[in-house]
């Protein structure tokens, strides 16, 4: 048997809950998996609030109940621990598929031995996760979409970069793993897609921030502002005139729901095109918090792209979608949730 009996029961509730078309009009059901996330949990507060029912699917690997705790206790919430590399039933409408460990940091500065073993997680989950979600989306007709990456695009030679672009990507690289694995899960969504008719809808997202990031993830503006608020200096890899273009979630969130709504495949650039330097973010995380912080630089990783920025033409013209929220708009909205957990680290410490 392995399908879990947690699974199983939401299975047959979904089963009793759900009326058949054209005996009254029902309310979306959607699954977002990797949902107790930092993009999965903002996407959930969305879609609740347009009055969706929601599933999160999440194992907790990055991801924080305290994320989605203020849903608890609302009816149309439901949290199922489950693991995607796991086969699992539901019966829903739309299923965002987000459940991936997303932590650079882990396949950067690990040990060779925790090296391993998370390339192959990422592998796992990127490519029997995203089997299982398609099975899924396959067998009850539901609607798919994947989040993909800019990482796809590898170290990019086009730029900025269209969809159209087949990257450069190496394939035996230190952050493989990440890169392949979601390029294997465009893959076998558009394999589905063309062969089995299913629904799907990919989203190639550019860095993004906001409230609820992982804390100690080692992306760099998580980096920064932690850093900033714990009065460190802040650490720039390389030369730090790399180039990264931020988005903040709540447009990320806008992107994703008009993709999953709108009628094209995809895949999508979901980024903000405001292009900066590792030491301009500096700058700007210096300007928000603390004007008086210091910078130090690191080594920077192998294969570290050099530049990277989102050409969204294709989805401004068919998705009617466009980033609202500036780098310098958006990183103050970030630091108070900042604060508040690095105090309460620094509290917890204290007992
Ligand atoms: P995150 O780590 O906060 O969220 C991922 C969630 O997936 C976590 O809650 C984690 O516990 C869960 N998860 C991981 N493996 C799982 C498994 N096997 N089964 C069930 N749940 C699992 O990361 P995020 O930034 O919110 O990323 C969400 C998605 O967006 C990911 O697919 C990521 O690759 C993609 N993405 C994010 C960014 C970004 O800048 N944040 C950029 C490109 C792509
Ligand atoms: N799957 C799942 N839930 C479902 C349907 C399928 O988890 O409701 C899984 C299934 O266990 C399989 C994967 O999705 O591992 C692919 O399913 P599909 O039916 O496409 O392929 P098959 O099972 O025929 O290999
Ligand atoms: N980076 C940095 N300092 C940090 C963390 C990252 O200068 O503390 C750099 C990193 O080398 C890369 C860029 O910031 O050039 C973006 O890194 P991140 O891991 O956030 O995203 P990704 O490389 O996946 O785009």
Redesign the pocket.
């Known amino acids: 048997d392995r399908i879990s009996t947690a699974s199983f029961s939401t299975f047959t509730q979904g089963k009793v809950g759900r009326v058949p078309a054209g005996l009254g009009k029902r309310r979306l059901r959607i699954v977002v998996?990797?949902?107790?996330?930092?993009?999965?949990?903002?996407l959930v507060d969305k879609l609740l609030a347009r009055g969706n029912d929601v599933i999160v699917?999440?194992?907790?690997?990055?991801?924080?109940k305290e994320?989605v705790v203020h849903h608890f206790g609302n009816p149309r919430f439901e949290l199922i621990r489950?693991?995607?590399?796991e086969p699992i039933l539901l019966e829903v409408d739309q299923i965002y598929?987000?459940?991936?460990?997303?932590?650079p940091v882990h396949y950067k500065y690990n040990p060779v031995k925790t090296i391993i073993s998370f390339s192959i997680?990422f592998i796992?989950?990127?490519v029997m996760?995203t089997l299982n979600m398609l099975g899924l989306a396959k067998r009850i007709g539901a609607r798919f979409l994947?989040?993909?990456?800019?990482?796809v695009y590898g170290d990019p030679l086009e730029h900025p970069q269209k969809e159209t672009y087949w990257g450069n990507v190496n394939p035996i690289g230190e952050r493989s793993c990440?890169d392949e694995g979601?390029r294997t899960a465009e893959t076998l969504a558009m394999d589905y897609h063309r062969g089995a008719g299913v629904e799907v809808r990919i989203?190639?997202?550019?860095?993004?921030?906001g409230p609820?990031?992982?804390l100690d993830?080692g992306?760099v503006v998580s980096n920064f502002v932690a850093q900033a608020i714990r009065k460190q200096p802040l650490t720039v890899y390389g030369d730090g005139k790399q180039t990264r273009s931020f988005?903040y979630?709540s447009d990320?969130v806008n992107g994703l729901v008009a993709l999953m709504e709108g009628e094209h495949v995809g895949p999508f650039n979901l980024g903000n095109p405001g292009e900066f330097t590792m030491l301009e973010l500096a700058e700007v995380v210096k300007e928000t918090i603390d004007s008086s912080a210091t910078i130090e630089f690191k080594p920077n990783t192998a294969d570290d792209p050099h530049k990277r920025k989102p050409d969204i033409g294709k989805a401004k013209e068919l998705l009617n979608w466009e980033p609202k929220i500036s780098l310098r708009e958006g990183l103050p909205l970030m630091v108070s949730d900042f604060q508040n957990r690095i105090l309460n680290e620094d509290e917890g410490k204290g007992n």
């Open positions: 998996t990797g949902g107790a996330g930092f993009v999965g949990s903002h699917i999440d194992n907790f690997f990055t991801g924080r994320n489950h693991d995607v590399v598929h987000l459940a991936c460990p997303a932590s997680m796992k989950t990127n996760g994947l989040t993909s990456t800019s990482e990440y979601k989203a190639r997202i550019f860095n993004t921030y609820r990031m992982c993830d992306r988005q979630v990320l």
